[in-house]
């Protein structure tokens, strides 16, 4: 439902735009990442906090209060609880005002940097590959360390919360590097 409700809001928002285009900007507003943002927005932390006080100890609700990937399980969880008692009718226009953060970003900002760099060298005859160098953390918190190769050399190195966002920011690099961003 929470693609359904961005797609259909970007659809009628921006009807000139590629079909591509809105599809990219709907992947990054209902990614991982940007529902762990909005979950901050909205304090769902706080709230996991409340009601999680008897059952989870204090370091460990504390820790779990950050984490992107419980903040962003959190969010859609709320989301489907509303769905299951309010029909998404009723609660469509409150997601899309709630991501309408994360839409701007998607429109005003480049989000896309592996396609970005990847269209890049190909105009060039040149592609890129990628490999994890580096997992550092515990299952639940880990940070991944990625390299961008381009024709056998390591042209960007970047780190993140999750393979794809490491491998995001390495690609954001070598645009960076070939001026290119």
């Known amino acids: 439902m929470l693609e359904l409700a961005i797609a259909r809001a970007l659809y009628d928002d921006y009807p000139d735009f ?11 507003v209902v990614s991982r990442a940007s529902c762990a943002v909005v979950a901050r927005d909205l304090d769902l932390g706080a709230r996991l906090q409340v009601r999680g006080q008897e059952l989870i100890p204090e370091d460990e609700l504390k ?3 950050k984490n992107r990937n419980v903040l962003a399980a959190l969010l ?4 489907a609880a509303l769905f299951l008692e309010h029909g998404f009718r009723k609660i469509e226009q409150a997601i899309v005002e709630a991501f309408a953060g994360r839409i701007e970003y998607a429109l005003t900002s480049h989000v896309d940097f592996k396609t970005g760099l990847q269209a890049a060298l190909a105009r060039r005859g040149r592609s890129v590959s990628y490999s994890v160098l580096n997992v ?9 360390t990625c390299a961008a190769t381009v024709e056998g050399e390591r042209a960007g190195v970047g780190r993140g919360q999750s393979k794809k966002a490491a ?7 070598v645009l960076a590097k070939l001026g290119i961003t």
């Open 76 to 79: 859609e969880a709320s989301l």
């Open 167 to 173: 491998e995001q920011a390495a690609a954001q690099e």
């Open 63 to 65: 820790r779990l209060m």
């Open 136 to 144: 550092d953390g515990p299952p639940h918190d880990r940070t991944f």
């Open 18 to 28: 590629s079909e591509g285009r809105l599809a990219k900007i709907r992947s990054h």
